[in-house]
């Protein structure tokens, strides 16, 4: 668990609890979903490598591309046999995110306890076809999605536009990210945090040892 402490003054006092989505609020297993309709193990991997590894992926996430023009791109890199597999992972992506129901359950709880919960999340405009799917956003007091505003984690801009867009403060903040990266930009501006491994005994002793009240 990474967290951080004011100095000299013990642990901060937190008051908002911010989740990442994937792999967080839902799982999302690119494997298991490029299986789902390629049958080649090699060509998988290179449905994995060129799709969800992709350059056209963060710029959806981040907003400045469509999926036409990320669809054409990715083709280009790929063999035509392949061309209809990387048309039918870009569009339908989202088809494969599975809430959990374990975690929204906890994030409702820890909304009962006071706490405000946020949502920052790297996703492109797919994601408000598949919010109502999201039973656990019903919680939230507010979200950033990376599309909206043209960033991406782990730049600290996107990090600020929560901050600032919701009138938080960064050490009353915790951040709950599957990425190391995304997490440790978070404690750099103040924020505390930790890596999130779908365990959410691990993040009940996590937030614990933040001083949150559970």
């Given amino acids: 668990m990474l967290r951080k402490k004011t100095n000299g003054e013990g642990c901060k006092v937190i008051k908002n609890i911010i989740f990442d989505m994937g792999n ?3 799982k999302f297993d690119t494997a298991r979903f490029c299986a789902s309709r390629v049958r080649s ?3 998988r991997k290179i ?3 060129e799709v969800f590894a992709s350059i056209e992926w963060s710029r959806l996430d981040r907003g400045v ?3 036409e023009e990320a669809i054409a791109s990715i083709q280009g890199r790929l063999p035509e046999k392949l061309w209809h597999y990387a048309d039918w992972l870009v569009r339908h992506w989202y088809d494969h995110f599975e809430p959990d129901q374990t975690i929204e359950r906890f994030i409702g709880a820890l909304k009962k306890k006071g706490y405000r919960i946020y949502l920052l999340s790297n996703a492109g405009f797919d994601f408000y076809k598949f919010k109502p799917s999201l039973g656990a956003l019903r919680w939230f007091d507010g979200e950033i999605v990376s599309a909206d505003v043209h960033l991406l984690k782990p730049d600290r801009q996107i990090f600020d536009a ?3 867009k919701y009138a ?3 050490e009353e903040c915790f951040f709950v990210d599957d990425m190391s990266l995304n997490v440790e930009a978070a404690l750099n501006i103040g924020f505390s945090g930790m890596i ?3 365990c959410v005994r691990d993040l009940a002793a996590g937030l614990e040892k933040a001083g949150v009240s559970l």
């Fill in 24 to 26: 967080v609020l839902a």
């Fill in 41 to 43: 193990r090699r060509d």
């Fill in 47 to 49: 449905m994995q490598r």
């Fill in 65 to 67: 591309i469509t999926h």
């Fill in 162 to 164: 929560l901050l600032n």
């Fill in 168 to 170: 938080l403060k960064a």
């Fill in 196 to 198: 999130y491994r779908g």
